[in-house]
């Protein structure tokens, strides 16, 4: 059972930022610190689901292998849910406001909802749905 996503972040302040403007309640309690810095959040979500925020270092104490990222990003898109498709425009007009990059501004997808994609400030791409109204479903593009 997939309970968590864990992203490694090069500035945790940024990150932290960048999640609490897009809408998650990360209380002071949720953050691990030491003399050194932020090292790691957990953010719990409804249904048990987690997000972790982990710096470098506290990376490389628990995975040998673990690299920095190099060249273009994978596939990953991390997808939250707003309310209403005016939300989406809402948190896209907010967050770019903000300063963060998109690379898919608010559009009616063909699947009904209303998306755009945001990213965050370590590269990661942050997409922003609002509920699926089936009476907005059209024909996927030809691929």
Request: hydrophobic content about 45%.
């Amino acid at each position: 059972m997939l309970n968590a996503l864990n992203l490694v972040v090069r500035d945790m302040d940024a990150a932290l930022a960048f999640y609490r403007l897009l809408g998650l309640e990360i209380p002071d309690a949720a953050v691990w610190s030491t003399t050194t810095g932020v090292h790691h959040v957990t953010v719990r979500m409804p249904g048990g689901f987690e997000l972790e925020l982990d710096s470098p270092a506290l990376a490389r104490a628990y995975n040998a292998g673990w690299q920095p990222p190099s060249g273009a990003r994978g596939g990953l898109v991390i997808g939250f849910s707003v309310a209403t498709r005016d939300a989406v425009d809402e948190c896209f007009a907010r967050m770019t406001a903000a300063g963060h990059g998109a690379t898919q501004p608010p559009f009616d997808a063909f699947w009904g909802a209303r998306y755009a994609i945001i990213v965050d400030p370590d590269g990661n791409h942050v997409g922003v749905m609002s509920p699926v109204d089936p009476e907005r479903m059209g024909a996927p593009p030809a691929l």
